[in-house]
């Protein structure tokens, strides 16, 4: 069971470069969403999904595109990288139970800098 | 979602307990209090959620005031491992979009 696998974990990119993080899980999760976190913050919500076919804005959507065309899989995608783009990028998945709480499941983040 | 209070930072020796504050006065009858811990910059780990009633787990356990309005995790035996930035969250049960703030830094001396 690998749980969340981000991929790459470590980038590059030029300004103006458009590059795909790539986010998987195997564990049937219908929700998954897309974090950045800068240093010395907490995380910040860009995207986020409750199911195939259906995305939403977080906080901080402006320069990402994301769709979910699977269960399993949410990619991340910089139209044109700019240096304030420069981040750790989480992606995470959940069940959606609102009954008891919820547990979420982080991935090992993917380090981009943009210069 | 309802906005939490941490300290900046706490110190413990290892072996001893650690008790990590968390206070969540606005928070709403539907809210549940998670915790959360970050050790370096790995992706965040689960560690336990609660409505009003103390909650323990393997890792910890959770304590809830009667009126909602502040939690404490505790983590009995605390060891290096647990040094790591701790956050207090607050949301709803779904817990679809949580709100990070900056946390607790949680260093664990010998």
Not at chain 1, 2 to 12: C, D, N
Not at chain 2, 8 to 36: F, K, Q
Not at chain 2, 45 to 57: A, C, R, S
């Amino acid at each position: 069971n690998a749980g969340v696998t981000q991929t790459p974990k470590f980038q590059v990119l030029k300004t103006g470069q458009s590059m795909t993080l790539q986010c998987a899980q195997d564990m049937n999760h219908e929700y998954m969403s897309w974090y950045r976190q800068d240093p010395g913050m907490g995380l910040r919500l860009i995207h986020y999904s409750v199911g195939a076919g259906i995305t939403d804005q977080g906080e901080v959507p402006n320069g990402y595109n994301v769709s979910r065309s699977t269960t399993e899989d949410f990619p991340l995608r910089l139209l044109s990288a700019a240096p304030s783009q420069t981040s750790v990028y989480f992606c995470a998945s959940s069940y959606l139970r609102p009954v008891s709480g919820n547990t979420i499941y982080f991935g090992e983040g993917s380090w981009l800098t943009v210069v | 979602d309802a906005k939490t209070t941490q300290p900046p930072s706490m110190d413990c020796a290892e072996g001893r307990a650690a008790n990590l504050p968390c206070n969540h006065s606005t928070i709403s009858g539907n809210e549940y209090v998670y915790w959360y811990r970050q050790i370096h910059s790995q992706g965040p780990q689960y560690i336990i959620h609660g409505l009003k009633n103390n909650e323990t787990n393997e890792m910890a356990s959770l304590i809830i005031t009667e009126d909602r309005k502040s939690s404490t995790l505790i983590l009995p035996h605390a060891t290096l491992r647990d040094t790591a930035v701790y956050y207090c969250i607050v949301a709803t049960g779904t817990a679809s979009k949580l709100t990070f703030g900056t946390g607790t830094r949680l260093q664990v001396t010998l």
